[in-house]
Structures are given as C-alpha cells and as structure tokens.
C-alpha cells in the first residue's frame, strides 16, 4: 500500500520539513473505528450464542 | 454519594453539563477541521478557534473539580482489582481506558492548538511565525492532527458503546444523572461503588 | 537555476468548447488552463509551478466578442482587455468596465490579456509567487503576515492566515456591475454572481475564485441593471502603467436628479475578493452627490479594517478613492 503518513513542504531555504499527517489517515481513522465496531458485534453475537447454548 | 436505595447517584449535574459541554465543542472542533479537508469549504477557521478556546476553558475547570471536588483516584487509577478481570468499581477498565484515550486526545489537541495560534493568527494574539523554526510548527501541526484523527476513532468507537442496548444504563445515567443499581452488579462491585473507589 | 525558459510539457490547442471541457476533465489539475498567457506564463517560466499540459483556448472563437443579450450584454471570456476597452457598447453602456480594463497592465499585456484570465488570475503576493510553502500553496506559514514581513502591497481586510489580494482590475468593476459568470462543465453550466465568484482565504485558502479542476470559465454577463449609471474607476499604483493596484476603487451610481438611488462601491487591493464597501453605499442611498456627502460617508470605508505593518497607507487611501468616486473626482 502506497499511503503517505505525513505532509510535506519545503522552508524558505528549501530544505523539506514535515507540516503534519497526511490527510490519507482520516479514512485510516474512520474505517479502524468502523472496524473495532464490526469486531465488537461479532464478538458479542458469538457471545450470546455460546451463552445460549451453555443453556445459562 | 451512594445512596441506599435502588438509584445510584452517578453524575452531578455539573459533570453531566461538562460531559455533553466537551462532546459538542469536539463536534463542532472536528466538523470546521475535517469537512475543508474533504472538500466541504466555508468560513471555518475562527468557529475553530474560538470552540478551541471554550475547549480549553471547560477542561480547566473540568480538571480543577476533578481534582478538588471528586477522587480522580476513581477514574485514572488502573489498579490490581480491574486488571486482574476482577468487578469494577465506579468505572471499569475499559471505561478508564476510554477516558484515558480521550484525555491524551484532548490535551494535546489543546496544548498544541493553543501553541500555534500565534502562527495561524488571532485577533488578540501578535502574529510572529517566526517565534518557531518551521520544522517545530510542523511537529506540533502533526501533533494536532493526530489528535485530531484520534478524536475520530474514539468518536466513532465512544457512541457505539454507549447506545449498545446493555450499556445504555450508563447513557441514561450521563442524561439523568442516576443509575439503577440492578444495572451495575454485573460488572460493578457495589461495595467498592459505595465507597466512592 | 535557468529562469524564464518555457518548461516542457504537452500543449493542446482545441478548437471547441467541448473539445476544452473534455480535456480539461480528462486532465484534471495536469491540465493548465491559458487563455491569454500573462499570468500562466511568468508561473511556467519562472519555474515556481510546473504542469504536465496546457490546454490552450486561443482557438475557441465561440469565447470571444462582445453581444448584446436580453437588456444586457454576454462578453465571451477570450475577449481581449484592448477589445473590451474599445467596444462601443461596453464604452457607452457599461464604460465601468472599459476604464477598469483599461488600466490592467500595460497595452501589450492589454492586446493578448483575456477577460477571463483577468478574472481567473491568481494573486501576486511575492512570497507566493516566489514559490514559498505558505499556506496558499499548501503549507504551513504566512510569509507576508509576519512582523518583518514585506506586506505594502497586502490585505486589510478579511485575512484568514492568508493576507493576498486580489490582483484583477476588472473584477471590481464586474463585482459592482452585478456581473455574472458562466461556468461550463462536462455536466453542464452554471451561473454564478460574480460576488459570489470570488474565494476569500477563509472559504478556501488554496483557491481565488470557485473554478472547480475540468471547468471553464465561458463568459460574463452584465444586466441592464446599472446600464448608463455614472460610473468612477481610479487605480492608485506605484506605476501608472504596467503595475498592480495599491487600492482601486470601482464605482456606480443610479441618480435621480442630483440624488443617489442606489450605488455600488467596490474597492481592489485590500482583501483577497473585489471589496464590496456595504457600509458606505447604505449611507449614499438618498444622499447627494457631492463633497459634503463624500466627507461624511467616507470614513465608514474602513471599519474592520486591520493594516499590516507596512500598509497602514492604505487605509486613508481607501477613505480618498471613495471620496473622490462619490464627488466624482
């Protein structure tokens, strides 16, 4: 994957200096929190299926 | 206070305000810093700055009551009983984890945002970018946007737990203040609750 | 490093609208859009931007020439300055403009300068033109705005970290005209005031006015609206000729006898959008046409005005242009 994780720009000499993340993680951000969302609903259906079957 | 009856105090309300106080201004914060970037563009740099700032107020006094009025003990100690999976008391584990997410977001967004005002500009504040080398405006800029995509995951993550239908009692109680105590017990020991730990 | 050698890169020359917008949308921000050349070349050659293709409008004679439409008039975009400051009806209709195209540059620029490049050009602050990563180009710092900053020739009004002006003469003229811009697209057309044309740093730091990449600036149309209305343009700049404005002011009044009924005021060089001063046309409503009138109403010109540390000058400058246009000079 070719995703740029920081900003750059140049000084008044030219020399390259960071100016911040790149906004190619906000998706980045966005989707991990969709993601953790996802994995906590599976988790939690095979919760309550173990649970149920357990009979409790 | 505990009381003994079925309702728990659980917020004052004070920190309920503080709470949906610092929940809207993060709103508001993120939506005039992220809709440019994604090609929303209107008038979004002074909201920015001004919600900033009110940020910064409401925390400072969020902070001073903590610490003076309540025992920050309760929410910023992970101690032996919560990470051994033993029963909570006032906040479990992850509830302190998210607090804990949220307070390194917050303030470094605020420390770093109140550092480059005097970059960016503002009307009461002399203008000198050049009070910092380029590269250290650029660091703290990066400091401020990982914040700030930080901010966008636990919001993300933050609103999904609280509308979960078993964890909407702890909703409830950031609206109106009490929770039941049949809500806590499973997770919760209403010992430890009761002591205030 | 050479300067002022033309770069290398693919030149398209269509000979149709379409043709135009196809590339353009094909091309996206590879594709620099020339219509006259003066802004775009001092870019190229100076080698502060660089593009992949120059999709060259020259040859699209749809866009040029001047027509009566409606009660009003549509000048095509590719219209010289030197054509619109000649043309009879522009001169006897709307001579607001002829005067504003007038003073843009100098005759040479004039005879190759477009209307629409006028508009579209991009500001001249020299930190930017320079090719510093200031904000505007995507950085993270405002060279002008700063306490050494070289900033005579910048904004006094509505800076947000950017403190640029807008270099277009004949933007103020079209602001007060209630001028209108035709956008072409693949999708489609659109009109846009030419009020609402132009991109303050606050909307959109990046960008002068709302061109979105693909699109075209077709035309401009002006309503009967102020046709025949009294008009003053004044250009103050360090050059008479070949110069960019210090502050200009563009002027409209409709009278009835020697009262004013409505007005339009709208100064260059001191923000980075055609300055439209509200305050002070509310006042000339009603009001007469004259020096006393000129005295009164003047100063609210520059309320909310914040100077820089090199261009306080331009606050009383301001303040005079105004008197002058309503007392017509």
């Given at each position: 994957?070719?995703?740029?994780?920081?900003?750059?720009?140049?000084?008044?000499?030219?020399?390259?200096?960071?100016?911040?993340?790149?906004?190619?993680?906000?998706?980045?951000?966005?989707?991990?929190?969709?993601?953790?969302?996802?994995?906590?609903?599976?988790?939690?259906?095979?919760?309550?299926?173990?649970?149920?079957?357990?009979?409790? | 206070?505990?009381?003994?009856?079925?309702?728990?105090?659980?917020?004052?309300?004070?920190?309920?305000?503080?709470?949906?106080?610092?929940?809207?201004?993060?709103?508001?914060?993120?939506?005039?810093?992220?809709?440019?970037?994604?090609?929303?563009?209107?008038?979004?740099?002074?909201?920015?700055?001004?919600?900033?700032?009110?940020?910064?107020?409401?925390?400072?006094?969020?902070?001073?009551?903590?610490?003076?009025?309540?025992?920050?003990?309760?929410?910023?100690?992970?101690?032996?009983?919560?990470?051994?999976?033993?029963?909570?008391?006032?906040?479990?584990?992850?509830?302190?984890?998210?607090?804990?997410?949220?307070?390194?977001?917050?303030?470094?967004?605020?420390?770093?945002?109140?550092?480059?005002?005097?970059?960016?500009?503002?009307?009461?504040?002399?203008?000198?970018?050049?009070?910092?080398?380029?590269?250290?405006?650029?660091?703290?800029?990066?400091?401020?946007?990982?914040?700030?995509?930080?901010?966008?995951?636990?919001?993300?993550?933050?609103?999904?737990?609280?509308?979960?239908?078993?964890?909407?009692?702890?909703?409830?109680?950031?609206?109106?203040?009490?929770?039941?105590?049949?809500?806590?017990?499973?997770?919760?020991?209403?010992?430890?609750?009761?002591?205030?730990? | 490093?050479?300067?002022?050698?033309?770069?290398?890169?693919?030149?398209?020359?269509?000979?149709?609208?379409?043709?135009?917008?196809?590339?353009?949308?094909?091309?996206?921000?590879?594709?620099?859009?020339?219509?006259?050349?003066?802004?775009?070349?001092?870019?190229?050659?100076?080698?502060?931007?660089?593009?992949?293709?120059?999709?060259?409008?020259?040859?699209?004679?749809?866009?040029?020439?001047?027509?009566?439409?409606?009660?009003?008039?549509?000048?095509?975009?590719?219209?010289?300055?030197?054509?619109?400051?000649?043309?009879?009806?522009?001169?006897?209709?709307?001579?607001?403009?002829?005067?504003?195209?007038?003073?843009?540059?100098?005759?040479?620029?004039?005879?190759?300068?477009?209307?629409?490049?006028?508009?579209?050009?991009?500001?001249?602050?020299?930190?930017?033109?320079?090719?510093?990563?200031?904000?505007?180009?995507?950085?993270?710092?405002?060279?002008?705005?700063?306490?050494?900053?070289?900033?005579?020739?910048?904004?006094?009004?509505?800076?947000?970290?950017?403190?640029?002006?807008?270099?277009?003469?004949?933007?103020?003229?079209?602001?007060?005209?209630?001028?209108?811009?035709?956008?072409?697209?693949?999708?489609?057309?659109?009109?846009?005031?030419?009020?609402?044309?132009?991109?303050?740093?606050?909307?959109?730091?990046?960008?002068?006015?709302?061109?979105?990449?693909?699109?075209?600036?077709?035309?401009?149309?002006?309503?009967?609206?102020?046709?025949?209305?009294?008009?003053?343009?004044?250009?103050?700049?360090?050059?008479?000729?070949?110069?960019?404005?210090?502050?200009?002011?563009?002027?409209?009044?409709?009278?009835?006898?020697?009262?004013?009924?409505?007005?339009r005021i709208v100064c260059g060089a001191v923000a980075c959008v055609p300055w439209r001063v509200t305050a002070v046309e509310r006042a000339l409503v009603g009001a007469t046409r004259n020096a006393a009138t000129a005295d009164k109403v003047a100063q609210l010109a520059t309320g909310g005005a914040r100077a820089l540390?090199?261009?306080?000058?331009?606050?009383?400058?301001?303040?005079?242009?105004?008197?002058?246009?309503?007392?017509?000079?």
């Open positions: 994957m070719n995703m740029n994780i920081l900003r750059y720009g140049h000084d008044s000499f030219g020399e390259r200096v960071v100016n911040g993340a790149s906004w190619e993680l906000l998706p980045v951000a966005f989707w991990t929190g969709v993601a953790v969302i996802v994995a906590h609903l599976v988790y939690r259906a095979f919760s309550r299926r173990r649970a149920r079957k357990g009979g409790g | 206070m505990a009381q003994h009856n079925d309702r728990i105090l659980r917020h004052a309300g004070i920190d309920r305000l503080f709470h949906w106080l610092m929940a809207a201004i993060m709103t508001v914060l993120l939506v005039t810093s992220l809709l440019p970037v994604i090609g929303v563009h209107f008038a979004w740099y002074t909201i920015h700055w001004v919600a900033g700032l009110l940020l910064t107020a409401v925390i400072l006094l969020h902070i001073v009551r903590a610490l003076f009025w309540q025992r920050p003990a309760t929410m910023l100690t992970l101690n032996g009983d919560d990470l051994a999976g033993r029963r909570a008391g006032k906040y479990t584990l992850p509830q302190k984890l998210m607090h804990l997410a949220w307070t390194v977001a917050v303030l470094v967004a605020i420390v770093t945002g109140l550092l480059l005002l005097r970059k960016a500009g503002v009307p009461f504040l002399a203008r000198d970018p050049y009070a910092r080398p380029l590269a250290i405006w650029g660091f703290l800029t990066l400091l401020h946007d990982l914040a700030a995509l930080l901010s966008v995951f636990l919001i993300l993550v933050h609103v999904y737990f609280g509308i979960l239908p078993e964890k909407r009692a702890y909703l409830r109680a950031m609206v109106r203040g009490w929770i039941a105590r049949g809500d806590l017990k499973a997770e919760h020991d209403l010992e430890r609750v009761d002591r205030g730990d | 490093m050479l300067k002022d050698m033309m770069p290398h890169f693919d030149l398209y020359q269509p000979d149709t609208l379409e043709a135009a917008l196809d590339l353009a949308a094909r091309l996206g921000e590879d594709g620099w859009l020339v219509g006259g050349g003066q802004d775009s070349f001092d870019w190229l050659k100076n080698r502060t931007r660089r593009t992949s293709a120059v999709i060259d409008l020259s040859g699209i004679a749809a866009l040029r020439g001047v027509r009566v439409r409606d009660a009003g008039i549509e000048i095509g975009a590719l219209t010289t300055l030197t054509e619109i400051e000649d043309d009879a009806v522009i001169r006897s209709r709307y001579s607001l403009l002829a005067s504003a195209a007038g003073r843009v540059a100098s005759p040479q620029i004039r005879n190759a300068g477009t209307l629409g490049g006028n508009l579209c050009q991009d500001t001249r602050c020299w930190y930017y033109r320079g090719g510093v990563d200031c904000y505007r180009a995507g950085g993270n710092m405002c060279y002008a705005d700063t306490p050494e900053g070289q900033n005579r020739e910048h904004a006094i009004f509505n800076a947000s970290r950017c403190v640029a002006v807008t270099p277009s003469d004949t933007a103020n003229a079209l602001v007060a005209l209630d001028a209108q811009m035709v956008i072409a697209g693949r999708s489609g057309e659109r009109v846009v005031p030419a009020a609402a044309f132009f991109v303050g740093p606050d909307i959109d730091i990046r960008r002068m006015t709302v061109i979105e990449p693909g699109e075209i600036l077709t035309a401009v149309r002006i309503p009967a609206t102020w046709s025949g209305a009294q008009f003053h343009f004044e250009k103050v700049a360090d050059r008479t000729t070949w110069d960019f404005a210090l502050v200009s002011v563009a002027a409209a009044f409709r009278m009835e006898g020697e009262v004013i009924r409505d007005a540390n090199f261009n306080q000058f331009k606050l009383p400058l301001m303040e005079n242009l105004i008197r002058r246009a309503i007392r017509g000079a």
